[in-house]
Nanobody, 127 residues
C-alpha cells in the first residue's frame, strides 16, 4: 500500500486543521492506520490510530478530546484517512506521518511495527 499525506502548513494556535492521508493499493482497507508526529531530533510518536473497520480507535493523551481520526473505505483501492485537529497548540516544524500496519484489526503504538509510511506533511503552529 502507498500512503500520501496532505493538509499541513503554517497554522494559528487555537484553530482547527484537517490532515488527510490517501492509502492506495490492492487492499488498503485491510490495514490499520496510525497518525504519527515527529518533531525535529525526536522519535516518531503515535498521535491517533484506527483499525481497518473504523470500530477501534486510539488517541494519545495529549490529543484526547482535540483530535479525531476517521477513515472512508468506500473505494476498494483508495482509502481516505483523516485527522481532524482542533485547539492547536504552538509547535514548530513537526512532521505528521501516516503509517499502515496489518492485520488491520489492531492499532499498534510502536512505529517499528508499521510496514508502510507516507512522506509526511509538515505542521507549524504559531502562537
Amino acid at each position: 500500500v502507498q500512503l500520501a499525506e496532505s493538509g499541513g502548513g503554517l497554522l494559528q494556535a487555537g484553530g482547527p486543521r484537517r490532515l488527510s492521508c490517501s492509502a492506495y493499493g490492492r487492499t488498503p482497507s485491510s490495514y490499520a492506520i496510525g497518525w504519527f508526529r515527529q518533531a525535529p531530533g525526536e522519535e516518531r510518536h503515535l498521535v491517533a490510530g484506527i483499525s481497518w473497520s473504523g470500530n477501534s480507535t486510539f488517541y494519545a493523551d495529549p490529543v484526547k478530546g482535540r483530535f479525531t481520526i476517521s477513515r472512508d473505505n468506500a473505494k476498494n483501492t483508495v482509502n481516505a484517512l483523516y485527522l481532524q485537529m482542533s485547539r492547536l497548540k504552538p509547535e514548530g516544524g513537526v512532521v505528521y506521518y501516516c503509517g499502515a500496519v496489518s492485520p488491520g484489526s489492531l492499532v499498534r503504538s510502536s512505529s517499528a511495527e508499521y510496514e508502510y509510511w507516507g512522506r509526511g506533511t509538515k505542521v507549524t503552529v504559531s502562537s
